[in-house]
């Protein structure tokens, strides 16, 4: 099986900073896209940033300059930091990897279980 576990969340107050990790672990063969998604109270889930295989990244307009994602693909683990941090920033983060397990063909969405990041003075 496979499991993306999570870390980091905690309260901070605005301006503040924050990292999460997410590592992957189980019968993995190969890993493809992996990404933070955010999930504010009463909202639906949106995607906050991903970053492919080969480096290539992407984020929501609203965190472009503040949040950073990487990787290691040796240790199957992706970050986000979170710099200049506001309230709105509230949520229950999640993280997702693309991933191939050995002796299967396709590829599947794995997610871990969130971790909770709470902005506020």
């Known amino acids: 099986q496979v499991q993306l576990v999570e870390s980091g969340g905690e309260l901070v107050e605005p301006g503040g900073s924050l990292r999460l990790t997410c590592a992957a672990s189980g019968s993995i063969f190969s890993i493809n896209t992996m990404g933070w998604f955010r999930q504010p109270p009463g909202k639906q889930r949106e995607l906050v940033a991903s970053?492919?295989?080969?480096?290539?990244?992407n984020y929501a307009d609203s965190v472009k300059g503040r949040f950073t994602i990487s990787r290691d693909n040796a240790k199957n683990t992706v970050y986000l930091q979170m710099n200049s941090l506001k309230p709105e920033d509230t949520a229950v983060y999640y993280c997702?990897?693309?991933?191939?397990?050995?002796?299967?063909?396709?590829?599947?969405?794995?997610w871990g279980q969130g971790t909770q990041v709470t902005v506020s003075s």
């Open positions: 997702n990897a693309v991933i191939q397990r050995f002796s299967v063909s396709s590829y599947r969405i794995y």
């Open positions: 970053i492919a295989s080969g480096g290539v990244t």
